[in-house]
Antibody, heavy 118, light 108 residues
Framework: EVKLQQSGDELVRPGASVKMSCKAS????????MHWVKQSPGQGLEWIGTIIPLIDTTSYNQKFKGKATLTADKSSNTAYMELSRLTSEDSAVYYCARWSLRRVLDYWGQGVMVTVSS | AIVLNQSPSSIVASQGEKVTITCRASSSISSNYLHWYQQKPGAFPKLVIYSTSYRASGIPSRFSGSGSGTSYSFTISRVEAEDVATYYC?????????FGSGTKLEIK
């Protein structure tokens, strides 16, 4: 069974950074790219970027360049996203999702709620 | 970036009713790369339809999709109470990946 287990919710101060994880199981981690998606409160879905774990190649939505950094650890089958210089605009739920051959996000993590507040 | 214009933004339907959501792309996309997701309240998105018309594993046959080029649609043939959710289209034809703005389905 494919499963993406994300780390817990975060409360962070403005200006700080946060790093969240997405542990994959039930498939070969290096066979699929991992994408990250943002959902602001009451809003729709916004693509942040992707990482191909096999070759550590990343691609970002221009809007999130400099804000998000994607990494992956092949030894632990875990993808990471770090968000820097957080503001209230970064308060949202962040999902990881597996990218399949049909360019579809076929499995999703449960999401990490990030709250930026002093 | 390809913009996906999804309509309507909300639907109120009775159980057993047929509902249709449309997704129009700002430029032509391959039907292989147009997909639909269901997001129930408080949950993560779930793949329902991939490549325009193929149901994902475990998805009931009342869900269907069609379309080509710039115009796509998603249909629930007979709405059930458990279908209450927001539905999103998504294109994987070109970067950046983009999503429609969502259609919130409620039951009368």
């Amino acid at each position: 069974e494919v499963k993406l287990q994300q780390s817990g919710d975060e409360l962070v101060r403005p200006g700080a950074s946060v790093k969240m994880s997405c542990k994959a199981s039930g498939y070969t981690f290096t066979d699929y790219a991992m994408h990250w998606v943002k959902q602001s409160p009451g809003q729709g879905l916004e693509w942040i970027g992707t990482i191909i774990p096999l070759i550590d190649t990343t691609s970002y939505n221009q809007k999130f360049k400099g804000k998000a950094t994607l990494t992956a650890d092949k030894s632990s089958n875990t993808a990471y996203m770090e968000l820097s210089r957080l503001t209230s605009e970064d308060s949202a739920v962040y999902y990881c999702a597996r990218w399949s051959l049909r360019r579809v996000l076929d499995y999703w993590g449960q999401g990490v709620m990030v709250t930026v507040s002093s | 970036a390809i913009v996906l214009n999804q309509s309507p933004s909300s639907i109120v339907a009775s159980q057993g009713e047929k509902v249709t959501i449309t997704c129009r792309a700002s430029s032509s996309i391959s039907s292989n790369y147009l997909h639909w997701y269901q997001q129930k309240p408080g949950a993560f998105p779930k793949l329902v339809i991939y490549s325009t018309s193929y149901r994902a594993s475990g998805i009931p046959s009342r869900f269907s999709g069609s379309g080509s080029g710039t115009s796509y649609s998603f249909t629930i043939s007979r709405v059930e109470a458990e279908d209450v959710a927001t539905y999103y289209c998504q294109q994987g034809s070109s970067n950046p990946l983009t999503f429609g703005s969502g259609t919130k389905l409620e039951i009368k």
